[in-house]
């Protein structure tokens, strides 16, 4: 369907600033592989790529097998050039970075897969009751968190994924290391954001600029900050290591029972609504030793919930809205596997296994940037609700509606009169039933 060398100008925006991470073969693989991701809706396998690229009598399959299995390229390096694009067109100037930390499984079968294992899988629908259990590859993912101009929520754009191995390193290992490495290229403050299984010691000691938001879990035992710890010149000259832990502050609940509240007004999940806050600067020492952490105790109407966050100066309203923008890297994850056909490939050795699920993600992010730049448009959403009229309430398009959109240009590129060799009717017949398929 599509023809090398007629890709649209704004998509070859996107992908030029990719070449450097790529050999000149290499990086034409890659642009068409990531226009024939986008533009295949179904049988996203490599294979899939190559046939969503119209590539699949042009160039032996084995090529884009090889691109993933065997080619010079680091998906890390990858990774950083979505990062730079990211932050220079869709972060505002100064602003600091919201990352999403989170890991996912990509269901596999096959006893060659390499790294495959069985583990909880969060997307799995079983019966009530019954263990979410899968078997396949699990990546640990760290997205930017970003607020668009058409969208009424916030939106996560995958920049780097390591594969978790069993007995290799562990997943807040691997997390810590992917928030180095954005860190040091990022050149903004970092905002961590990860649920409770990644604020732990691990993450205790993150890179200068860099903070940590999360939630506490109930149990956790809570100290008052000791004189001593904030004023160490007052204890100069004693013998031993000052104090760190003043009097026994208990559990989260505890801590807002003896805390005075507040009432405030904090936007997250798409609404607006009044709560109480509880506020204390503290310690944790289960996890921080004797790092002094802020304590934010949430009570709303129907639950509570309590964060702690190494960020020292950001207002609570503002730590509890970027807390709750964490959802966006769960909804990503869904998209990628359900829309951009992350995890469909199906390799086995280990580079291609490594390689497959971080492409398909940043192509993801890929789609989203090139939708900001070119592809939005007021109409997108009017149709669709026109197309779905049960969709009542749709106001912003979502994923689904931008990558539908990018295999409108993409077909639509292939027509255009500066093209030559224009298309014969069979060729015009396939396109049509191609375009039934995307749902365009």
């Avoid at 749709?394 to 030559?420: E, N, W």
Wanted: positive net charge; charged residues 20%.
């Amino acid at each position: 369907m599509l023809r090398a060398g007629s890709l649209p100008v704004s998509l070859m925006r996107v992908l030029e600033p990719f070449r450097p991470c790529f050999s000149a073969p290499s990086f034409t693989t890659f642009v068409m592989l990531v226009a024939g991701l986008a533009a295949r809706p179904a049988g996203r396998t490599v294979c899939g790529m190559l046939t969503g690229a119209g590539l699949a009598r042009v160039w032996h399959h084995s090529r884009a097998h090889r691109f993933f299995a065997a080619a010079v390229w680091s998906a890390d390096e990858v990774g950083l050039v979505v990062l730079r694009l990211v932050i220079g067109w869709l972060v505002p100037a100064g602003a600091p970075v919201v990352v999403a930390v989170d890991d996912t499984m990509f269901r596999r079968t096959g006893r060659k897969v390499h790294a495959a294992h069985w583990g909880y899988d969060g997307s799995l629908k079983v019966p009530a009751g019954t263990q979410k259990l899968a078997r396949g590859n699990c990546f640990v993912v760290a997205a930017v968190v970003v607020s668009l101009p058409f969208l009424d929520r916030p939106v996560a754009l995958p920049v780097a994924a390591r594969l978790w191995r069993k007995g290799g390193p562990a997943k807040t290992q691997l997390a810590r290391e992917l928030i180095d490495v954005i860190a040091a290229r990022a050149g903004r403050a970092i905002h961590v954001v990860a649920d409770s299984a990644y604020i732990c010691s691990e993450l205790r000691h993150l890179a200068p600029g860099v903070s940590l938001t999360g939630p506490m879990p109930r149990h956790a035992a809570l100290y008052e900050v000791h004189p001593a710890l904030d004023n160490p010149l007052a204890v100069r000259g004693r013998r031993g290591r000052p104090r760190a832990k003043g009097a026994k502050i208990g559990t989260p609940a505890q801590l807002a029972a003896a805390t005075p509240g507040r009432a405030a007004t904090v936007t997250r999940y798409g609404k607006t609504a009044t709560v109480t806050i509880h506020e204390r600067r503290c310690l944790w020492p289960g996890v921080f030793r004797c790092r002094p952490v802020r304590v934010i105790a949430v009570a709303g109407r129907r639950a509570s919930l309590a964060l702690v966050t190494t960020d020292a100066t950001t207002p609570a309203e503002q730590i509890i809205t970027r807390y709750a923008s964490r959802w966006a890297i769960e909804v990503a994850f869904s998209d990628a596997k359900n829309h951009t056909g992350a995890g469909e490939a199906r390799n086995r050795l280990p580079a291609a296994v490594e390689r497959t699920v971080p492409f398909a993600l940043f192509t993801q992010s890929i789609v989203i940037i090139w939708y900001h730049l070119a592809g939005h448009h007021p109409a997108i959403a009017r149709d669709r609700r026109d197309r779905a009229p049960w969709y009542t309430t749709k106001t912003c398009p979502a994923y689904i509606d931008m990558i539908i959109k990018l295999r409108r240009v993409l077909i639509a590129s292939q027509f255009h009169p500066g093209v030559p060799g224009q298309p014969t009717p069979e060729e015009i017949r396939a396109v049509h039933l191609a375009w039934a398929h995307a749902g365009v």
